[in-house]
């Protein structure tokens, strides 16, 4: 057996993680998968050569690096990999659990983020709920799509990543609608009250789903370098101070600024879920 080590430099959240199990599981030639979200790095055991693992893996985008690939023996115990078919079953069945908590989490926070943001006039929140979508998408793709025919789930991955995109191109249309027009300022307590909600949100998953990583008897890896480096938390970060400068500048261009950036980022994440269509 195989053992190769890539570095992924975007793979900040969990919801990358999905999108590359998901990408990789016609290959029939990987035995296990470990991943290490704080360090960005993916362990693929495998039989065979890499070539075809690389190229699916570089087909997401998400700026991955070869490290390492060696022959190992997976019976000796310091390769820490032993397939345990029972064990495999009550993991995957424990994980199906967790990403379903974290799936509602996220729907959550798009309806109240996305009917928050409407009301409040603010399109930083209109945008991050469009995110909180994006990340329940994924996770969507990877319950209800387990056990289907390749066919359809890619057609699961075509339809979602089209919707959005679509919802990301309305979103832009009414950023520069509101830059061009006298509209009133969002509102800034509003905007910060619930990114903070959110941001609370989104650590919360990261807690749960990084817990579920870590090994019998030690601490789940927690670590401030994957807390504050998530594109999750950025943007719920940013859309804070963006309600701070609206409020201090009277100008809601901090507001159309970082829902644009945010509109890009959904717009990027939407054509990697479009990549597990092919």
Known sequence: MNKTTFKISKMDCPSEENLIRMKLEGHSNIEHLEFDIPNRQLTVFHHDNIEGIETAIHDLKLGDTLLSTETIDPSDPNNNFKIDADSSHKKDAKQRKLLWIVLVINFAFFIIEMSTGLISRSMGLVADSLDMLADSLVYGISLFAVGGTVIKKKRIARIAGYFQITLAILGFLEVLRRFFGNEQLPDFSTMIVISILALIANLICLYLLQKSKSKEGEEAHMQASMIFT???????????????????????????????????????????????SK
């Open 230 to 276: 998530s594109n999750d938390v950025i943007i719920n970060l940013g859309v804070i101070v963006a309600g701070i400068l609206v409020n201090w500048l009277h100008s809601s261009t901090p507001d159309l600024i970082i829902g644009s950036i945010v509109f890009a980022l959904v717009i990027q994440g939407a054509f990697r879920i479009l990549k597990l």
